[in-house]
């Protein structure tokens, strides 16, 4: 039960110049699930290790509950760590493995035990507890790597990629039970991914990191529906938003024969520092499909995606001279054919924009 | 049940024995003059090794004369009083004794300030890491030749040490323990070194998150972990130590604390006037005996260690 607070915490790996981490700020509440979430070399993992002790803070600081750990080896931080290859000691047996922090804090025998088999019973572990890391199956060990940080009863729960070893069916069932598992406990948690569909279905809130840089943090929701910037509104969401920059009219944004409609404000917003375009961008489900009389944009199709439920369209449109790709999803029915050419428009009202040189979003 | 299935679905499926059967008749079938070959050079590589200590194991159960008129016999019966006669009258029971005691302790010494040193050098960053580890593989090419004389005087000199010093000085068990270990240490550093950098970092990392301190960190879970490689290393100092020669010689020429080796060559020295061969066999096969038995037990041990650098 704890706050965790990044306060301008920065990492530089010696022999670079870049932070690998860069100033980050950020608070993450009382029983919350923070999600990092970014393309690899982000610094997402970095800033875990840096709450885990596993890295320096070369400046600013890192509280747990408003106590200064910045400089306190791992294990005066009250923390536990689920690894990527879940890092189990290959020695002991999956009781040990769980019992052995609990050891070297002098619990006493029968509180480990207990701790340990309830632990057990909420993974599902009971039948290995004798059983070394290597006769146990991926999905096993993963949960016996759960375990070990349950059993601590920590104040913050770390993970690093926990599921990226997990076959994919696997790795749905697990994700859920995860978040149910931290739901249950209530121990604030930070977990760190790349892939963004975990950071979207898992977190309370989540984390953008681009670059060291914090990009963005706030609910799946607002992430998804007021993306900050054009690298979160494509990194968030899939298939992409479609992203384009286009030329910028006294009414709006020139995409081909449309015209995107922009308030006089992102007019005015957008043209600062002498710009003459604007980015635009649609999520693929926020595009209609019209017939060529309702003066939508000529897209060729190139692939067609049948999910079932739906269908993700992939295709190019000849916009001021230039091919630009586009990605609509439709409903499942009537689904166009290669090469064959359609009608598409966006939403009104459905769209993000973008300053097209700094990225940042305007309203 | 599944038998019954896993028949079922074995039978309209022809083509997979039938790829067996192939693979079969190229591999064990059909002659091979490469696979003649090898497998010749290891049966001559296999008797060249085994026949001599088998017929040295042979000899030891003969009597003299036996030895000399007819060494390529069986012997007529067993004599196990040349056992008696090498452990007691050769003093093969005392260089054991001594053997073992040298050994033991500078084995425990090198696996422990080894392991120890190559752990840290290979998993902590400091400065003068790199130095204090080519100081290490250094001594690996320095010839122990180069270092007898100066070697003797120093281990004279220790015996000036306050307290410690009979303990650590020539003739004692002390300073032949000290010389076997520093002697050992450059190799043993070298090969746990790149053992433990082998080793996974996560799994120190979750062992510092629990709660260890380096000190456990080491004993507790480096070390199990590294026990392929520390009981192939350690086989490795066994065998060193345990024929050493030269060393002894120099450093210990005091009668009563001879190490075995010493005792057999001092045993096939007085052949010239005693002849008592059959004695000097026994005594052979005692010094064999132990170096033997370790290598039974630790057979797949030493070959996990041993190629568990490659499948990493």
């Known amino acids: 039960m704890a706050t965790v607070t990044y306060d301008k915490a920065t990492r530089i790996y010696s022999g670079t110049t870049r932070p690998a981490v860069n100033a980050l700020d950020l608070e993450i509440g009382d029983g919350e699930f923070l999600v990092l979430?970014?393309?690899?070399?982000?610094?997402?993992?970095?800033?875990?290790?840096?709450?885990?002790?596993?890295?320096?803070?070369?400046?600013?600081?890192?509280?747990?509950?408003?106590?200064?750990?910045?400089?306190?080896?791992?294990?005066?931080?009250?923390?536990?760590?689920?690894?990527?290859?879940?890092?189990?000691?290959?020695?002991?047996?999956?009781?040990d493995n769980m019992a052995f922090a609990l050891k070297l804090r002098k619990v006493p025998k029968s509180e480990i035990d207990r701790r340990v088999k309830e632990a057990a019973a909420m993974l599902q572990l009971e039948e290995y507890l004798n059983r070394k890391p290597k006769a146990l199956s991926g999905g096993q060990r993963q949960r016996v790597a759960m375990g070990r940080a349950i059993v601590r009863e920590p104040q913050v729960f770390l993970m690093d990629e926990p599921l990226s070893n997990l076959d994919a069916k696997l790795?749905?069932?697990?994700?859920?039970?995860?978040?149910?598992?931290?739901?249950?406990?209530?121990?604030?948690?930070?977990?760190?991914?790349?892939?963004?569909?975990?950071?979207?279905?898992?977190?309370?809130?989540?984390?953008?990191?681009?670059?060291?840089?914090?990009?963005?943090?706030?609910?799946?929701?607002?992430?998804?529906?007021?993306?900050?910037?054009?690298?979160?509104a494509g990194f968030i969401g899939s298939p992409a938003m479609n992203i384009k920059t286009v030329a910028l009219t006294d009414d709006g944004a020139q995409l081909g024969s449309l015209l995107v409609k922009l308030t006089r404000e992102q007019v005015a917003a957008a043209g600062t520092g002498d710009n003459r375009q604007v980015s635009v961008g649609f999520r693929p489900e926020d595009i209609d499909v019209v017939s060529a009389s309702e003066g939508g944009l000529p897209l060729v199709v190139e692939l067609v995606e049948d999910l079932g439920s739906d269908a993700n369209v992939y295709g190019h449109a000849n916009i001021n001279g230039v091919e630009e790709r586009f990605v609509v999803r439709t409903t499942g029915r009537n689904l166009p054919h290669m090469g064959e050419t359609i009608y598409i428009r966006p939403k009104p009202g459905h769209y993000h924009v973008f300053h097209a040189g700094t990225g940042k979003r305007l309203d | 049940m599944t038998t019954i299935s896993t028949e079922a679905t074995a039978t309209p499926a022809p083509p997979a024995p039938r790829e067996t059967n192939t693979a079969e008749s190229s591999g064990l079938g059909r002659f091979n003059p490469l696979r003649l070959l090898n497998g010749g050079f290891l049966l001559l590589w296999g008797v060249l090794t085994t026949f001599p200590l088998l017929w040295a194991m042979m000899t030891s159960f003969k009597t003299n004369n036996e030895i000399l008129t007819s060494p390529w016999e069986l012997p007529s019966s067993l004599n196990w009083d040349n056992f008696a006669r090498a452990w007691t009258q050769a003093n093969i029971g005392r260089y054991f004794l001594n053997s073992v005691i040298v050994v033991g302790g500078s084995l425990i010494l090198t696996m422990l300030l080894g392991a120890m040193a190559a752990y840290v050098l290979a998993r902590y960053e400091f400065p003068g890491n790199r130095i204090v580890y080519y100081a290490f593989v250094g001594g690996m090419t320095f010839p122990v030749f180069l270092a007898l004389v100066p070697l003797f005087f120093v281990v004279d000199n220790l015996g000036s040490v306050p307290v410690l010093g009979p303990f650590i000085t020539l003739n004692s068990y002390g300073g032949l323990i000290l010389v076997y270990t520093a002697y050992s240490l450059p190799f043993t550093v070298f090969f746990l070194s790149a053992f433990f950098r082998s080793l996974p970092t996560a799994i120190a990392e979750a062992a510092l998150l629990d709660g260890c301190s380096h000190f456990r960190l080491f004993f507790q879970v480096m070390m199990p972990m590294a026990r392929p490689g520390l009981v192939s290393i350690g086989l490795f100092n066994f065998l060193g130590q345990w024929n050493q020669y030269l060393l002894p010689v120099v450093l210990m020429p005091d009668e009563d604390k001879r190490v075995l080796s010493q005792g057999l060559a001092a045993l096939a020295v007085s052949q010239g006037y005693r002849g008592d061969w059959a004695a000097l066999f026994a005594g052979l096969t005692i010094a064999m005996l132990p170096v033997l038995i370790v290598y039974l037990i630790f057979q797949r041990q030493i070959q996990a260690g041993l190629t568990a650098g490659a499948l990493k």
């Open chain 1, 37 to 95: 979430v970014g393309p690899s070399g982000c610094g997402k993992s970095t800033s875990l290790r840096m709450l885990a002790g596993l890295e320096d803070v070369d400046s600013g600081r890192i509280l747990i509950d408003g106590r200064d750990v910045s400089h306190l080896p791992p294990k005066a931080r009250d923390i536990a760590m689920v690894f990527q290859n879940y890092a189990l000691y290959p020695h002991m047996t999956v009781y």
């Open chain 1, 171 to 232: 790795r749905v069932q697990t994700r859920s039970q995860i978040a149910t598992l931290q739901a249950r406990l209530g121990i604030t948690t930070v977990y760190v991914t790349h892939d963004q569909v975990e950071a979207m279905t898992m977190g309370h809130r989540v984390a953008v990191l681009l670059d060291g840089e914090l990009q963005q943090v706030d609910t799946p929701r607002a992430l998804y529906d007021r993306p900050a910037n054009v690298f979160v």
